[in-house]
């Protein structure tokens, strides 16, 4: 997972390395989106070198998701200019799933014991979060995610009708 994460990194400073020239709202999108992933990576770092015979493991990873649910926070408040502006509902997306990944660990460990159910919520959660500022690091590289549950749909300026009045559905079309 770390090295995945430092791989789509080194991609994203690539693309930003490569500069769109002389707009300024891309510039400060990529400063942030850059900012972003290195904490990101720096958090998950942590997270993944956590002892876990350690007694103090189980408040260090809470404290670290608590981290990374700020960490996405912050992701989720980046204002994206015109060509990624469909990243901020994946970025909101993700923060909720992050927020809520954090919050069941919280809970799956809160009686000084583990609550198996609680704990798989939360690791979808986690997750579902992670699977989205993947999609957000793969858009970024101007590609499209490649995943059964992703549904590209292409922007179009035409509408699918001709114009005038809206089609009417007749009683054989309801049928």
Known sequence: MQTKIQVLILGICL??????????????????MDDFYASLSAAVNVLENIDPDSESAVEDM???????????????AIEAPDPFE???????????????????????????????????????NYSR?????????????GRYP?????????????????GGEEPVMTESATE
């Open 62 to 76: 809470l404290s670290q998701l608590d981290t990374m649910s700020s960490l996405f926070d912050e992701l989720a």
């Open 15 to 32: 693309l930003l390395l490569s500069g769109c020239g002389g707009n300024q709202d891309l510039d400060v999108f990529h400063d942030e």
């Open 129 to 141: 979060a992670m699977k989205r500022v993947n999609y957000i690091a793969i858009l970024l590289q």
């Open 146 to 162: 490649e995943d059964e549950n992703v549904i590209i749909v292409p922007e179009s300026d035409e509408p699918d009708w001709n």
């Open 86 to 124: 469909n990243i901020e509902e994946i970025a909101d997306e993700a923060a909720e799933y992050m927020a809520e990944a954090s919050a069941l660990y919280h809970e799956a460990y809160a009686d000084g014991s583990y609550d198996d159910a609680i704990g798989d919520a939360a690791n979808e």
